[in-house]
């Protein structure tokens, strides 16, 4: 059974930098068929998709976050990790880590997978 | 840039069948695949419906997803009070490389 679990800070003052690591079980992180994303969520509002990386370290952002966001890869603890610099309260949302699989047709599947999100606040 | 247009509520009864849409703009959304996601209050969001009518191993049947022109829908029968939940429609964009959310739809079962 695959899962994500999302760990890091739940509190960040503003103009610092956001940062947050998705631990994968179950699944090698470096699986061809793999995208490994995250995604946000203000409290009671809707999803938005921050970027994702591929196992080759090949990434791509949201264009509206994407002069403050890195998405990495550590392939030996088979986790990938966020950074969001220069947060504002803005930024204070549910974080997810999830995973998009790309089945032998090459079509994607969408986000099967899902760690239980964390809750991060920025304030000072 | 697509952008994706959820009606922020529905309602309905046990039983009762009801359809929760997205609209799409852009001139290629007719391309594009929808995806559903169900999201309990206080947990992450579920996989119902990928390329806009496949259902994933472990999702009922009650669940169905179609696509026309563009707008997509997600049908919902047999409505149980385990439904109520809020429901995301979701897209790949091509040219944004990147996925992309309707505000979601909050769905209450009277």
């Known amino acids: 059974q695959v899962q994500l679990q999302e760990s890091g800070p739940r509190l960040v003052k503003p103009s610092e930098t956001l940062s947050l690591t998705c631990t994968v079980s179950?699944?090698?992180?470096?699986?061809?068929?793999?995208?490994w994303s995250w995604i946000r969520q203000p409290a009671g509002k809707g999803l938005q998709w921050i970027g994702r990386i591929y196992t080759s370290g090949r990434t791509n952002y949201n264009p509206s976050l994407m002069s403050r966001v890195t998405i990495s890869v550590d392939t030996s603890k088979n986790q990938f990790s966020l950074e969001l610099r220069a947060v504002t309260a803005t930024d204070t949302a549910f974080y997810y880590c999830?995973?998009?699989?790309?089945?032998?047709?090459?079509?994607?599947?969408?986000?099967?997978?899902w760690g239980q999100g964390i809750l991060v606040t920025v304030s000072s | 840039q697509s952008v994706l247009t959820q009606t922020p509520s529905a309602s309905g009864t046990p039983g009762q069948r009801v359809i929760i849409s997205c609209s799409g703009s852009g001139s290629d959304f007719g391309n594009k695949y929808v995806y559903w996601y169900q999201q309990v209050p206080g947990t992450a969001p579920r996989l119902l419906i990928y390329r806009n009518e496949q259902r994933p191993s472990g999702v009922p049947d009650r669940f169905s997803g179609s696509k026309s022109g563009t707008s997509a829908s997600l049908a919902i029968s047999g409505l149980r009070s385990e439904d109520e939940a809020d429901y995301h429609c979701a897209a790949w964009d091509s040219n944004l490389s990147g996925w992309v959310f309707g505000g979601g739809t909050k769905l209450t079962v009277l």
């Open positions: 179950g699944a090698s992180i470096t699986s061809g068929s793999s995208y």
């Open positions: 999830a995973r998009v699989w790309r089945n032998g047709n090459g079509h994607f599947i969408g986000f099967d997978y």
